[in-house]
């Protein structure tokens, strides 16, 4: 197939059977083929649901609706945090989450819970409650892996940038310092690339007491050199005041060991725990994406049952179909299918501007269509 003109959009459709619901079918994918493919069509086959009172099926088709938005919203998060949680490899994971499109036509195959049960019965409650744990595990899960994942980013941004704001612990060595004298100190000082000249005429002259030929360069970044100098401590106030004028920037920085030690530990535990997350947390998400969508795809499937029954009436008689329509033809298929199925609805003629709001008419959906209609956006993540 193309992928060019194939969309990560579905609709899904239904229309009454004709003399049989086969016939609705052949009809069907007969117009659609006939004008250069305008979609790749499937039956949608839903299994038989005990009708309730119309009462119930209108209160049904209202309940539908929230259920249908809030299972939606659960799948976009899933997808959007393995987007996320691959951060390099975005384009494979358009590819993971659509691999379980091929989920859509058949989703009754995935879980008998729902084929037995009365409409009015329908376990609603089994789906909200299986999404919301979703939603709910997905929330803790997120949240520890951000955290740890924020910690580490700080401390990773604590080790680079420029010399004047990061760390200088993976830098420095014991040998750059005078350690345990009572008297002197080695400072470290950022000192301009431009300057670099200035500061080796200068810096012994900065204060009283600067230890001769005590200042090396330690690093460099692409402005700066790292330098150390030794000097006696009562200096130390006056040659931090002096270098500033020069535009050597004195970093206020202690030697110790224990302190680095704990720092580096600290972030290969970071980037242990990380790495052993990572594959468990990728594996749940492909997991629960999988079961979030078919519970999706199953509410899409009874709100046509639904929709089809308080359309068409009694006895339930109606053909489900799945269509992938191609880009480039959108506007034809719609047009196809209004001339199939424009029959259907003696007011269709009015309503045919499918942007106006009707009133108490599927406010779920604002187009209004002869034939019952739902959407099924498989494009689940913000990024195109």
Same mark, same amino acid.
């Given at each position: 197939?193309?992928?060019?003109?194939?969309?990560?959009?579905?609709?899904?459709?239904?229309?009454?059977?004709?003399?049989?619901?086969?016939?609705?079918?052949?009809?069907?994918?007969?117009?659609?083929?006939?004008?250069?493919?305008?979609?790749? =069509?499937? /039956?949608? %086959?839903?299994?038989? &649901?005990?009708?309730?009172?119309?009462?119930? *099926?209108?209160?049904? !088709?209202?309940?539908?609706?929230?259920?249908?938005?809030?299972?939606?919203?659960?799948?976009?998060?899933?997808?959007?945090?393995?987007?996320?949680?691959?951060?390099?490899?975005?384009?494979?994971?358009?590819?993971?989450?659509?691999?379980?499109?091929?989920?859509?036509?058949?989703?009754?195959?995935?879980?008998?819970?729902?084929?037995?049960?009365?409409?009015?019965?329908?376990?609603?409650?089994?789906?909200?409650?299986?999404?919301?744990?979703?939603?709910?595990?997905?929330?803790?899960?997120?949240?520890?892996?951000? =955290?740890? /994942?924020? %910690?580490?980013?700080? &401390?990773?941004?604590?080790?680079?940038?420029? *010399?004047?704001?990061? !760390?200088?612990?993976?830098?420095?060595?014991?040998?750059?310092?005078?350690?345990?004298?009572?008297?002197?100190?080695?400072?470290?000082?950022?000192?301009?690339?431009?300057?670099?000249?200035?500061?080796?005429?200068?810096?012994?002259?900065?204060?009283?007491?600067?230890?001769?030929?005590?200042?090396?360069?330690?690093?460099?970044?692409?402005?700066?050199?790292?330098?150390?100098?030794?000097?006696?401590?009562?200096?130390?106030?006056?040659?931090?005041?002096?270098?500033?004028?020069?535009?050597?920037?004195?970093?206020?920085?202690?030697?110790?060991?224990?302190?680095?030690?704990?720092?580096?530990?600290?972030?290969?535990?970071?980037?242990?725990?990380?790495?052993?997350?990572?594959?468990?947390?990728?594996?749940?998400?492909?997991?629960?994406?999988?079961?979030?969508?078919?519970?999706?795809?199953?509410?899409?499937?009874?709100?046509?049952?639904?929709?089809?029954?308080?359309?068409?009436?009694?006895?339930?008689?109606?053909?489900?179909?799945?269509?992938?329509?191609?880009?480039?033809?959108?506007?034809?298929?719609?047009?196809?299918?209004?001339?199939?199925?424009?029959?259907?609805?003696?007011?269709?003629?009015?309503?045919?501007?499918?942007?106006?709001?009707?009133?108490?008419?599927?406010?779920?959906?604002?187009?209004?269509?002869?034939?019952?209609?739902?959407?099924?956006?498989?494009?689940?993540?913000?990024?195109?």
């Amino acid at each position: 197939q193309d992928k060019g003109t194939k969309m990560t959009e579905f609709w899904l459709i239904s229309a009454p059977g004709e003399k049989t619901c086969q016939q609705t079918w052949e009809k069907l994918h007969a117009a659609t083929t006939k004008h250069n493919n305008l979609s790749t =069509n499937s /039956k949608f %086959n839903i299994p038989d &649901l005990k009708v309730g009172t119309l009462d119930v *099926l209108v209160g049904l !088709s209202d309940e539908l609706a929230k259920l249908d938005a809030f299972v939606e919203s659960v799948v976009k998060k899933v997808a959007q945090y393995m987007a996320d949680v691959l951060e390099d490899s975005k384009d494979k994971v358009q590819e993971n989450l659509l691999a379980n499109g091929g989920l859509l036509e058949q989703p009754w195959q995935a879980d008998h819970k729902f084929c037995s049960s009365s409409l009015d019965t329908v376990p609603f409650l089994f789906v909200f409650k299986g999404v919301n744990q979703i939603d709910n595990d997905l929330k803790a899960r997120a949240s520890a892996y951000n =955290n740890l /994942k924020g %910690n580490l980013q700080n &401390l990773e941004r604590k080790n680079a940038g420029s *010399l004047l704001t990061r !760390s200088l612990a993976d830098i420095v060595k014991k040998e750059d310092f005078v350690l345990d004298s009572e008297y002197l100190v080695t400072l470290l000082v950022i000192v301009p690339k431009l300057n670099y000249n200035d500061w080796v005429k200068q810096y012994e002259t900065l204060a009283e007491m600067v230890v001769p030929r005590s200042s090396n360069v330690l690093f460099e970044d692409q402005d700066s050199y790292l330098c150390n100098v030794t000097l006696f401590r009562k200096a130390v106030d006056d040659f931090k005041h002096k270098a500033r004028e020069y535009k050597f920037m004195v970093r206020d920085f202690q030697y110790n060991e224990e302190e680095m030690k704990a720092d580096k530990e600290e972030m290969n535990r970071l980037s242990t725990d990380k790495k052993k997350q990572f594959g468990p947390l990728v594996r749940w998400l492909k997991v629960n994406f999988s079961e979030a969508f078919i519970a999706w795809i199953h509410v899409k499937a009874l709100r046509v049952f639904v929709e089809s029954v308080l359309r068409y009436g009694l006895p339930v008689n109606f053909q489900a179909m799945l269509l992938q329509p191609n880009k480039k033809t959108m506007k034809k298929l719609r047009e196809v299918l209004y001339d199939l199925y424009k029959h259907l609805d003696s007011s269709a003629a009015a309503i045919i501007d499918a942007t106006m709001d009707i009133p108490g008419l599927n406010l779920s959906q604002q187009e209004y269509y002869p034939y019952v209609y739902y959407k099924i956006d498989c494009n689940l993540l913000e990024f195109k």
